[in-house]
Nanobody, 123 residues
Framework: QVLLVESGGGLVQAGGSLRLACTAS????????MGWFRQAPGKEREFVGG???????MYADSVKGRFTVSRDNAKNTVYLQMDSLKPEDTAAYFC?????????????????WGQGTQVTVSS
């Protein structure tokens, strides 16, 4: 059983930055792809970005060039660096462990989820 705990959310002004962290306990962290998703009120959960076990990254078009996903396998932690934040980035952000080593766009491909952390970007 894998437990994922996110941290680093908060309130920031438009144009600012935040870094989210997600630490995993249990399981073989380095063997799996990790994803970040977000969900705004009344909207479906959407893929933000992810990193495969080998380090390859993928991003949603809406965050390319602004967000960066990285991982530190020694710390069992994946990060989401968010720069040039916009009000439309406001959402609850979730990390998730994929079913295998790659990154997937679809939530059903992820087998473990964190509890989420709120990011609010003011205009």
């Amino acid at each position: 059983q894998v437990l994922l705990v996110e941290s680093g959310g908060g309130l920031v002004q438009a144009g600012g930055s935040l870094r989210l962290a997600c630490t995993a306990s249990g399981g073989f962290f380095s063997n799996y792809g990790m994803g970040w998703f977000r969900q705004a009120p009344g909207k479906e959960r959407e893929f933000v970005g992810g990193i495969a076990s080998g380090g390859a990254t993928m991003y949603a078009d809406s965050v390319k060039g602004r967000f960066t996903v990285s991982r530190d396998n020694a710390k069992n932690t994946v990060y989401l660096q968010m720069d040039s934040l916009k009000p439309e980035d406001t959402a609850a952000y979730f990390c998730a462990r994929a079913q295998a080593a790659l990154v997937y766009f679809s939530p059903p491909a992820y087998t473990s989820w964190g509890q989420g952390t709120q990011v609010t970007v003011s205009s």
